[in-house]
C-alpha cells in the first residue's frame, strides 16, 4: 500500500473515532500562501454543523 493510502486509512480511523463519540465530524485540508507552515494538512474536527 502506498503512502497516501495509509496516510488516508489513518484519516478514516481517527474520523470514525470522533464521529463514535461525538456524534458526527468534518475532515478539512488547506494549503495556501496565507500559512505560516506550507505544507498540506488535515484537521478532523467537530462542532456546530455548517450551513
Not at 2 to 10: C, I, R, T, Y
Not at 11 to 21: C, L, P, Q, R, Y
Not at 32 to 38: E, H, L, M, T, V
Request: net charge positive.
Amino acid at each position: 500500500m502506498n503512502f497516501l493510502l495509509k496516510l488516508l486509512s489513518v484519516i478514516k480511523k481517527v474520523a470514525a473515532m470522533v464521529t463514535e463519540e461525538y456524534g458526527a465530524c468534518r475532515i478539512l485540508t488547506n494549503l495556501g500562501a496565507y500559512q505560516d507552515s506550507k505544507h498540506l494538512h488535515w484537521h478532523i474536527v467537530n462542532g456546530i454543523p455548517l450551513r
